[in-house]
Nanobody, 119 residues
């Protein structure tokens, strides 16, 4: 089992910055993929950023150049630094982990943290 706890959401003006944190506990290792998804009101959940074994990253086109995902393997924590925030970044942000055990993927989600970008 893996538990994911997010923090760092809040209200920010357009152009501002926020940093989200996701602390993972349980049976998770640095080789397991972690990342962030978001879901805006009335829309489907979408991938924001992903970090996989070896530190490779992947970003949604809408956040490239503005968001940075990073990981502290010693503390099993993944971060999402969000700069130059836009109103359209408003959403609930969910931490995600994809844990492979015995060749099977197990997906875990955090409870979500609200990010609101408003003038």
């Amino acid at each position: 089992q893996v538990q994911l706890v997010e923090s760092g959401g809040g209200l920010v003006q357009p152009g501002g910055s926020l940093r989200l944190s996701c602390a993972a506990s349980g049976s998770i290792f640095s080789r397991d993929a972690m990342g962030w998804y978001r879901q805006a009101l009335g829309k489907q959940r979408e991938l924001v950023a992903l970090i996989v074994s070896g530190g490779s990253t992947n970003y949604a086109d809408s956040v490239k150049g503005r968001f940075t995902i990073s990981r502290d393997n010693a503390n099993n924590t993944v971060y999402l630094q969000m700069n130059s925030l836009k109103v359209e970044d408003t959403a609930v942000y969910y931490c995600y982990a994809n844990v492979i055990r015995s060749g099977r993927p197990y997906i875990y989600w955090g409870q979500g943290t609200q990010v609101t970008v408003s003038p």
